[in-house]
């Protein structure tokens, strides 16, 4: 592929801390890890951050955590209908219930004027996501949040950097989650990313990553729920090299972003882009498009892009209505109609630091083309 999604090349640093810890014999959690964590949190300000094994395991261990605060087994967490499965499958495997809301069409994110006719006596949080680094509605979100007791977990995985209001994402709520896959802009392989400025939840966040043990702790006390979910040395080592380049990442993949959106404004009468406002700062993850006419078909757009060398992913579409996967909840087609159009027209591509300018005329050049057939 020519546009692929991101692309991992490990340097000199990256290779210095792996051979720290197989100098050591220890490659399981250990001072690459806690190298990692003070690095990221200091990079963005974050009071507390705790490694984990994907981003998937930190959305875990944070709705977990949410039982040492107070939360009940069953209770519900209210979480977009659109996202990529693990914010849904998280909730469910910690024990909880997705009450799933709408999306808005311009931002991808949770349609905050839906949230509060969700919420029950059962509902525990409020798990938003930033998608494709979007930074979701935080000020009505917690305002709501506050009226009601509930705890808000911040699903930033797509969103390394992205700032609303002058916040980093991550820090408006109780606790934030980060992913450290290959496309994200940070890359450890495998890894996650828990933040947080409660002391309390850190050590939360801290024991349930390691079977429910005590916050530190090797041995056989399980105090809560918890599942083995560290990092481990040899994931610290690629990322910590990742975090010494994030400004330089940051700043390249938003040229390239900023870039194919000037590229691509002759297009707009055909898909609706992401728009950044002045109160923001998006994260550079990808480029999402959603079409403007379904009859431009996004299944043959997608297969015209990967076909020319862009590798294409959907827009994940409506999790409850449009994949098996959560079928078993009950909902029908129709209870999430934003979703479900960006699920059906909706389609992203990678805007990787390692592309150069030929490349994103080149897609761009691609996108006319198919619009325009010229
Ligand atoms: C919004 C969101 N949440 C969670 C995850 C899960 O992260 P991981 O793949 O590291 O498990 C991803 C992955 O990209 C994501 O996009």
């Known amino acids: 592929m020519r546009i692929s999604f991101g692309e991992l090349r490990i340097g000199e640093l990256a290779r210095r801390h792996l051979q720290s810890a197989l100098e050591k014999d220890w490659i ?6 806690a190298a990692f964590e003070e690095h990221f949190a200091a990079l963005f300000g974050y009071p507390y951050a705790v490694a ?3 981003g998937t395991d930190a959305d875990i261990a944070a ?3 949410l039982y040492g605060l107070g939360a009940q087994r069953g209770d519900e967490i209210i979480t977009p209908a659109l996202s990529f499965c693990a914010t849904a499958n998280a909730i469910l495997a910690a024990g909880f219930t997705p009450h799933f809301v709408d999306v808005e069409l311009e931002t991808l994110n949770i349609d905050p004027d839906q949230i509060e006719a969700a919420i029950s006596d059962r509902t525990a949080a409020i798990m938003v996501v930033h998608t494709m680094g979007k930074p979701a509605d935080m000020d009505p979100i917690m ?3 506050r009226r009601h007791g509930l705890r808000v977990i911040e699903d930033a995985c797509e969103a390394h950097g992205a700032q609303y209001n002058g916040h980093y994402v991550g820090s408006i709520g109780d606790i934030g989650t980060f992913s450290f896959y290959v496309a994200h802009l940070v890359c450890c392989g495998e890894g996650g990313m828990a933040v947080t400025s409660s002391p309390e939840i850190e050590q939360l966040l801290r024991s349930v990553k390691s079977h429910g043990r005590p916050a530190g702790d090797i041995y056989f006390d399980f105090q809560r729920f918890g599942l083995n979910s560290k990092m481990n040395d040899m994931e610290a080592a690629v990322g910590l090299e990742g975090l010494s380049e994030f400004p330089e990442t940051f700043r390249q993949r938003r040229e390239h972003l900023q870039r194919l959106l000037e590229l691509t404004d002759d297009l707009a009468e055909y898909v609706h882009r992401l728009d950044e406002q002045p109160h923001e700062l998006i994260s550079p993850h990808a480029f999402p498009l959603v079409l403007k006419d379904p009859s431009h078909d996004r299944d043959k757009l997608y297969r015209y892009l990967e076909d020319a060398g862009i590798q294409c992913k959907t ?8 994949h098996a996967a959560f079928a078993f909840m009950g909902h029908r087609s129709g209870e999430f109609p934003v979703a479900e159009y960006i699920g059906k027209n909706g389609l992203h591509f990678g805007c990787h630091r390692y592309l150069n300018d030929d490349d994103l005329v080149f897609a761009a050049q691609k996108l006319r083309a198919y619009f325009e057939g010229s």
């Not at 399981?28 to 890890?33: F, M, P």
């Not at 994940?316 to 209505?321: A, C, E, V």
Request: proline share 4%; glycine share 8%; net charge negative.
């Open 315 to 322: 827009l994940f579409g409506s999790l409850p209505t449009q």
């Open 52 to 54: 984990t094994s994907s």
């Open 63 to 65: 709705c977990a955590s």
């Open 28 to 33: 399981s959690e250990g001072a690459n890890v």
């Open 143 to 145: 305002e709501i949040a």
